[in-house]
Nanobody, 125 residues
Framework: QVRLVESGGGSVQAGGSLTLSCEVS?????LTWFRQAPGKGREGVAF???????????NYTESVKGRFTLSFDNAKNTLYLQMNSLKPEDSAMYYC??????????????????WGQGTQVTVSS
């Protein structure tokens, strides 16, 4: 069983920064940030595969590469998404998701078993 609690969303102007946090209870090789804007499908943003407290693989969707960065605090068991140079099109509800166990990450949201409650990010122009 995995429990995920997100925080850190808010409202910023374009070009600003926010850091999202996902506190993880339980174990999952794969942790992924998704986002969903009104009227749109859920989109994978960034994922982290971790084993033994170390990064194995990270990946970012093309639209956020160079602007968003994942990191993990082992002591706090928390995944962070640092978001810089934010754009209005980044506005969405952001969710942390886990597959649980040793399953690898994928951009397909329907295979994820565990989800946080979401945190809203709003970027104004």
């Amino acid at each position: 069983q995995v429990r995920l609690v997100e925080s850190g969303g808010g409202s910023v102007q374009a070009g600003g920064s926010l850091t999202l946090s996902c506190e993880v209870s339980g174990s999952s090789y794969c942790l992924t940030w998704f986002r969903q804007a009104p009227g749109k499908g859920r989109e994978g943003v960034a994922f982290s595969e971790r084993d033994g407290g170390r990064d194995v693989r990270t990946n970012y969707t093309e639209s956020v590469k160079g602007r968003f960065t994942l990191s993990f605090d082992n002591a706090k068991n928390t995944l962070y998404l640092q978001m810089n140079s934010l754009k209005p099109e980044d506005s969405a509800m952001y969710y942390c998701a886990a597959r649980g166990g040793r399953a690898s990450c994928t951009w397909y949201s329907f295979v994820y078993h565990y989800w946080g409650q979401g945190t809203q990010v709003t970027v104004s122009s």
